[in-house]
């Protein structure tokens, strides 16, 4: 696991001064050693985190047997040992970066199709003067990149881009990105913050020269619907169960101290359980709790790991433990984050750090086995009679408590084309499409009229008819997880110089779980069924007779405590103004509505608060 970092100048030498610069500020992604091929019109930067071979042969950037490419790749590959079988490569290392880049070598683009694993892979051509990006198939490691007449760059962060010059003078406030941040909590697609700074989508490669940048998908989601589902519950279980044994088996291949993130719930517990059973070792494991007891969910993961006979590693939080993380947040993450699992995060990967180098973690699990409470709603409303009565049950619910007036929200939603966006917003507490034509100041309005438009053009193509509950799931698959769970995980474990691995997330199991029958997922309001029955071969069912509970803090309450500050210092009159971006009357109206009980509105409290503490500390 490392950082990556590249300049391709298209009409000038390569400064040696600049690719350091980038390659400096991304040392808490590989404090082991690191690299550079400088050789115009290129320069590549590499940090590494030591995890396979960790002799300096296979240090990089690394050179082809040839000598005609060169390769800078964050990640891990976890079957290059059967890549390196199937197509007969010989290697002086026991690395994967060898063989990746033998393999592309011998195949050419078409190479990546072969990866299993989470990459973000920078390979150059020294004759041909080309260079190759890929990134896997989920999103799992970034890359971030800039273009323009003179130079390509990218980087495994922004912070890495922003350290050159001409970069930093050419980069202003995305403002397409407003609207989609306080909807959903991140920037579009392929976009970010900065203008002219993207990402390069999951699932694509991307190919520079001194001419031209092009990208293409090797990888789409939606081309992996089979016309049937695998409905019969037996043959699916045990097909499911065999594919996350295999997943999981890979990724315990490490050459240093590995362990697993454990909160006590289904995807964290299965991963575990699996893991505890193929180690070579005694597992380590980690969870950490809150004072709060409507939110501690310790003692539910304590029982596991004694269950399961693992070392176990605890740690309560409060919200002393999170100051020092909230000033560093938009440091961290280069832009305004709002998902505050992320303070949790960066404190247990802390705590896993002094004792292991790589970690494994159950992300995925929701998304693709119905895990949240979005795919109940949108089950239910894809009930004809209740989608027609909610505007008149939205009204009726809107004059009770708080509870009915948040089902009110989500009730009253834009279009029938912007549903699972809609869904998905509200049951993050974010701001609905109807309440930002309130809060946004009128030249943002004109932003969120695009951005409205972008959306009813965001159909799921595919030839398999999808229901709501199904269309979903795949809004989360391809916008939820590489826009915010996985640049939290990516930022959380590497700022820590952590590896994190995701084994649910391997593209075998994805592709076979979301042709799994619906009805083996979510029956009644029983959701993750299959996957409950797969863990309880492992664990004793009881121990999971209990509600889910989410990794989440107490923010609702500590904003009106400890953290009431925030609000303060982030969203006075001055602040509001001077940014420009929202309504300074409608966001004093949210306060204290927030403040006088109606809790629920804290999410969107907060996305004001980072929104605006990220301008003023970016300056932007």
């Not at 989470?118 to 260079?131: E, G, V």
């Not at 990402?199 to 998908?217: C, D, Q, W, Y």
């Not at 089979?226 to 519950?233: C, L």
């Not at 539910?300 to 020092?324: G, M, Q, R, V």
Request: charge should be neutral; charged fraction near 25%; proline fraction near 3%.
């Amino acid at each position: 696991m490392c950082g990556i970092s590249g300049i391709y100048y298209k009409n000038g030498t390569s400064i040696s001064e600049e690719i350091k610069l980038m390659n400096k500020v991304l040392t808490h992604r590989g404090p082991d050693a690191e690299g550079y091929y400088i050789e115009s019109p290129i320069a590549l930067g590499h940090k590494r985190l030591s995890i396979i071979d960790l002799s300096n042969s296979a240090n990089q950037p690394m050179h082809s047997k040839c000598d005609n490419y060169v390769i800078v790749y964050n990640g891990e590959v976890f079957n290059f040992e059967d890549i390196k079988k199937d197509l007969n490569i010989t290697t002086s290392t026991t690395s994967d970066t060898e063989v990746i880049i033998e393999a592309f070598i011998k195949e050419g683009v078409n190479f990546v199709n072969r990866l299993n694993g989470m990459f973000a892979i920078a390979i150059y051509d020294k004759i041909k003067q080309d260079l190759y990006l890929f990134r896997d198939r989920i999103g799992i490691k970034p890359i971030y990149f800039y273009n323009d007449s003179n130079i390509f760059a990218f980087a495994s962060e922004i912070k890495s881009l922003l350290q050159i010059n001409l970069i930093k003078q050419q980069v202003s406030l995305n403002k397409n990105s407003i609207p989609s941040y306080l909807f959903m909590g991140f920037a579009p697609s392929e976009s970010t913050f900065y203008n002219n700074i993207n990402k390069l989508l999951p699932g694509h490669f991307a190919i520079i020269n001194k001419s031209e940048l092009s990208t293409t998908s090797y990888w789409n989601i939606n081309e992996k619907l089979n016309k049937n589902y695998h409905s019969n519950f037996n043959t699916t279980k045990e097909e499911l169960k065999n594919l996350i044994e295999s997943s999981v088996k890979y990724r315990l291949i490490a050459d240093v101290p590995l362990g697993t993130f454990l909160s006590g719930g289904i995807d964290s517990s299965l991963i575990t359980a699996v893991a505890s059973k193929y180690s070579n070792t005694k597992l380590k494991t980690f969870t950490i709790g809150f004072q709060e007891s409507e939110y501690n969910e310790a003692h539910f993961a304590k029982k596991i790991a004694k269950h399961l006979n693992t070392e176990h590693y605890e740690y309560i939080i409060s919200e002393n433990s999170l100051l020092e993380y909230i000033d560093k947040l938009n440091d961290i993450y280069d832009e305004p984050f709002p998902d505050s699992s992320s303070l949790p995060s960066l404190i247990i990967s802390k705590l896993a750090r002094q004792n292991v180098t790589t970690i494994l973690s159950g992300e995925g699990g929701d998304e693709l086995f119905y895990g949240y409470g979005s795919y109940i709603w949108a089950k239910r409303l894809d009930n004809n009679l209740l989608r027609f009565a909610s505007p008149y049950l939205s009204s009726i619910l809107s004059n009770f408590g708080s509870r009915y007036q948040r089902v009110a929200k989500l009730l009253n939603y834009y279009s029938k084309q912007t549903l699972n966006q809609h869904i998905f917003s509200q049951e993050q507490y974010y701001f609905s499409l109807d309440e930002l034509q309130l809060l946004l100041s009128d030249d943002f309005k004109k932003e969120l009229n695009k951005y409205i438009l972008g959306q009813n053009d965001n159909e799921i193509i595919t030839d398999k008819h999808l229901s709501l509950l199904e269309k979903q799931s795949f809004f989360d698959l391809q916008n939820y997880l590489p826009n915010d769970l996985l640049v939290k995980y990516d930022r959380a474990t590497m700022f820590n110089s952590l590896e994190g691995r995701v084994p649910l997330l391997d593209y075998r199991v994805v592709e076979y779980a979301i042709n799994i029958d619906p009805k083996l997922k979510l029956q009644g309001n029983n959701a993750k069924y299959i996957l409950k029955e797969i863990l309880y071969d492992y664990l004793p069912k009881e121990l999971f007779d209990r509600p889910k509970w989410g990794f989440s803090i107490p923010l609702k309450y500590w904003l009106n405590n400890k953290l009431r500050f925030l609000i303060d210092e982030n969203l006075n009159k001055k602040t509001i103004e001077e940014a420009g971006i929202v309504n300074f009357n409608y966001v004093s109206k949210l306060i204290k509505e927030y403040q006088a009980g109606k809790v629920f509105l804290y999410n969107r409290i907060w996305l004001l608060i980072l929104l605006h503490k990220w301008i003023k500390e970016k300056q932007i």
